[in-house]
């Protein structure tokens, strides 16, 4: 469960002007002429409210640059609020597209230690570690360093690991994108897997139709603010989708299903 | 564009700049300053959350949960260390035999410059035996300081990625160098052995040395970690800051002795002796050197009952400095010692306790500001 509370996040940028390091902007500032200059203030998030229950998966849609990837970091405490609050049961965990974890190490070494960082015993990363890599389908490619994995291989390791564990609460930001479609299929079916063990999962996803068939609810963000939420997914992409000027998707107007498919199976 | 008369889900708040007004025209917005769902309950949500047993996500754990963590990751905390060590070496070719190479290189050039080229001893009895064990157990706290400053710029990835107490991440970082120092050790054995100093039950002092070094190690190791993850000016003054370190913790020469030879600053101010000799860089050294080394155990001052005219002629061989004959080198025992070797072991315990405590309290306030930014 995550209650979000009136969140305001505010992000410091030193030295926008880009003249940070030079020495005679140092030389002004230990002089005392100039104060550390240059900080912006970037306002990313103004004032959010919402609660997510357990069982509940929430899609979170807006352009680039909306605050999405911000506000999931702000409820895995990764980030102060500026205001407000973000409240949670036990730890939540980020899965996004740049954790790399250890890129030198192979990706056996990468699962155990995942694991292990979890919070799991010895004995219990080494019964999951078959399962995560057989999920992951990176085959045997789990013998090399993680750094000579493609971007779609790393990111299905990683989720791989993160889902091996029972999380309270999920943020999944991004990182199935690079899946292929057989990967997300078995991630989404992972997904439901973990709403109904009463976890809490959001996924901030570009890929629209993912939202709607893994998403029970949805939040669509805009420029540090929620424009609109709730529990009708569908109607709420179709008017993200026509306020940002994409083309209407066509639904059977009996189900409310996509007409074509991308993604393969539903679960 | 849209159509506002669609039915609408929940809405929450509105678009409060004009920029957004496309957005919010099209979700059939007004602008607002603040609209309340009427999910949400009526009570504030923070007394809400609490109520509900939610934690705010961006606290600090109490100090107790925070040790019950890292103690609960001791197994991350060793795989982490022993994955890292291997990373270090995958790209050289002698892979892990450098572990050994390194020290043993070490060693090398000391001998090369102090055993072949320039042999001096400045007064010092085995001189090449109490450098190389110098250089090893100072190399120990300084790369424990040094890499751990880089720790969590290096683990951004693993920060963000996945929650664990950070404070495992410094932990391995000095175990991966204690594992080096073992090495290191078995190298010095060697040496020590070569030299000419006897096998003695004294050698078995090592281990809670190294031991009281290990933690103090682990408490700077913390403190580091944090300077370096919040003052990116911190690794460039490094260097300057080890190199004074070494220096000043008699490496390279004896404090106690230094003090002695009657020429030098030190000399004329007792007191700044006593201060070099207590700071924990330099107790660990001796610690390990009188435990290792008979020549240092009979040569201390103060071993042997005090003997002023002993004492001098000692002092003026060594202020001629050079090389001291080896029947003179050994009275430097004569000489009143400063600090005994059992109060060096009061404080090496002092200093890895105030290490710890002060380390880990650093680097605990910080908690949930690592992998910031």
Not at chain 1, 7 to 30: E, M, N
Not at chain 1, 58 to 78: D, F, V, Y
Not at chain 2, 179 to 206: D, F, K, N, R, S
Not at chain 2, 269 to 284: R, T
């Amino acid at each position: 469960m995550v209650v979000v509370d009136d969140l305001h996040i505010v992000y410091k940028v030193y030295g926008a002007g880009g003249d940070r390091g030079s020495a005679a902007t140092v030389l002004l500032r230990a002089l005392g002429r100039r104060t550390r200059g240059n900080i912006r203030e970037v306002h990313a998030i103004r004032g959010i409210s919402f609660i997510a229950y357990r069982g509940d998966a929430i899609g979170i849609i807006g352009r680039n640059g909306s605050g999405k990837s911000t506000l999931l970091r702000a409820i895995a405490g990764l980030l102060p609020p500026e205001d407000g609050n973000v409240y949670t049961t036990g730890g939540a965990s980020l899965l996004g597209v740049n954790a790399a974890l250890l890129d030198d190490l192979t990706g056996e070494r990468n699962v155990v230690l995942g694991c292990l960082a979890m919070g799991m015993s010895k004995q219990e990363a080494k019964v999951r570690y078959q399962s995560v890599v057989d999920f992951s389908g990176v085959g045997d490619f789990i013998n090399l360093p993680m750094k000579t994995y493609s971007a779609g291989m790393g990111s299905r390791l990683r989720f791989a690991i993160a889902a091996a564990k029972h999380h309270e609460v999920l943020l999944i930001d991004e990182a199935l994108a690079t899946g292929d479609a057989e990967f997300r299929v078995r991630s989404h079916n992972r997904i439901t897997e973990l709403r109904q063990a009463a976890g809490t999962v959001f996924l901030v996803a570009h890929n629209l139709e993912e939202v709607e068939l893994t998403c029970n609810r949805v939040v669509w963000m805009d420029r540090g603010k929620i424009v609109m939420q709730g529990d009708d997914v569908i109607s709420i992409v179709d008017k993200y989708i026509d306020a940002s000027g994409g083309i209407p998707v066509e639904r059977d107007p009996a189900t409310r299903r996509r007409l074509h498919r991308a993604v393969g199976g539903e679960s | 564009m849209s159509d506002p008369n669609v039915p609408s889900p929940t809405l929450l708040s509105a678009g409060g700049d004009p920029g957004a007004g496309r957005i919010a025209a099209a979700a059939g917005l007004e602008r607002q300053s603040e609209v309340r769902s009427p999910d949400l309950p009526t009570e504030p949500l923070g007394t809400y959350a609490l109520r509900h047993g939610l934690r705010p996500s961006a606290e600090r754990p109490p100090v107790l949960a925070y040790l019950a963590e890292i103690w609960r990751r001791r197994h991350f905390v060793m795989a982490f260390a022993t994955a890292r060590n291997i990373a270090m070496y995958t790209e050289a070719k002698l892979g892990q035999i450098w572990q050994v190479l390194t020290p043993l290189l070490n060693a090398g050039v000391y001998f090369l410059i102090f055993g072949v080229l320039v042999p001096i001893n400045r007064g010092i009895p085995n001189y090449l035996a109490f450098l190389v064990t110098g250089v090893f157990v100072f190399n120990f706290t300084q790369r424990a300081f040094i890499t751990t400053s880089s720790v969590i710029t290096e683990s951004l990835p693993l920060i963000r990625a996945l929650q664990f107490p950070r404070a495992a991440l410094p932990l391995a970082y000095v175990i991966i160098e204690l594992e080096q120092m073992v090495l290191a050790m078995a190298v010095l054995v060697v040496i020590v052995l070569a030299t000419g100093e006897p096998v003695t039950w004294y050698w078995l002092l090592v281990i809670p040395a190294l031991l009281l070094q290990t933690i103090f190690n682990i408490g700077i190791g913390l403190f580091a970690a944090r300077l370096g993850a919040q003052v990116n000016d911190f690794s460039q003054l490094l260097p300057f800051l080890m190199r004074t370190w070494l220096y000043v913790s008699g490496v390279l020469f004896s404090i106690q002795n230094l003090g002695l030879s009657q020429t030098s600053f030190l000399a004329k101010h007792s007191w700044a002796v006593q201060v070099l000799e207590v700071n924990p860089a330099a107790v660990y050294i001796t610690m390990v050197r009188d435990s290792v080394l008979r020549s240092q155990r009979l040569s201390a001052p103060g071993a042997k009952p005090y003997n002023a005219a002993l004492c001098t002629q000692w002092q003026n061989a060594a202020a001629r400095g050079g090389t001291v004959p080896v029947k003179l080198q050994y009275d430097s025992a004569y000489c009143a010692a400063h600090i005994t070797v059992q109060h060096f072991w009061y404080y090496g315990i002092g200093w890895a306790a105030l290490a710890l405590v002060v380390g880990f309290f650093f680097f605990w306030r910080a908690e949930t500001r690592y992998g910031r930014g």
